[in-house]
Nanobody, 128 residues
Framework: QPRLEESGGGVVQPGGSLTLSCQASGFTHDKYGYGWFRQTPGKDREGVACIDSADRKAYGDSVVGRFNISRDKDSNVVSLVMNSLDAEDDGVYYC??????????????????????WGQGTQVTVSS
């Protein structure tokens, strides 16, 4: 059964850092691209960081230079290191996977229904 499980969310002070992890199981990890998507109340879900099977990466404009996405093909984990967090980064972060046929830029722009698998999400709260 395909599954994505996120972890690592929590409460962090402005300027702080968090690392999110996405554990993939039940499908061939190497053949998929991945994205981290953020949902904030009142806003559309946005792609913040995406990676394809060749480890090419793409980032949303608001996180460039602060976030880094990576994948470990041995452990089937996709990670998101988030630095210099501020209140604009608040939200539920979802991991998603799609069969690897396109660029990470396209993955980050995909509507929800075009991605094959989704995790349940993990909450990130930036607060002093």
């Amino acid at each position: 059964q395909p599954r994505l499980e996120e972890s690592g969310g929590g409460v962090v002070q402005p300027g702080g850092s968090l690392t999110l992890s996405c554990q993939a199981s039940g499908f061939t990890h190497d053949k998929y691209g991945y994205g981290w998507f953020r949902q904030t109340p009142g806003k559309d879900r946005e792609g913040v960081a995406c990676i394809d099977s060749a480890d090419r990466k793409a980032y949303g404009d608001s996180v460039v230079g602060r976030f880094n996405i990576s994948r470990d093909k041995d452990s089937n984990v996709v990670s998101l290191v988030m630095n210099s967090l501020d209140a604009e980064d608040d939200g539920v972060y979802y991991c998603a996977a799609v069969v690897d046929w396109t660029t990470p830029e396209v993955i980050c722009e995909m509507p929800e229904y075009e991605l094959d698998y989704w995790g349940q999400g993990t909450q990130v709260t930036v607060s002093s």
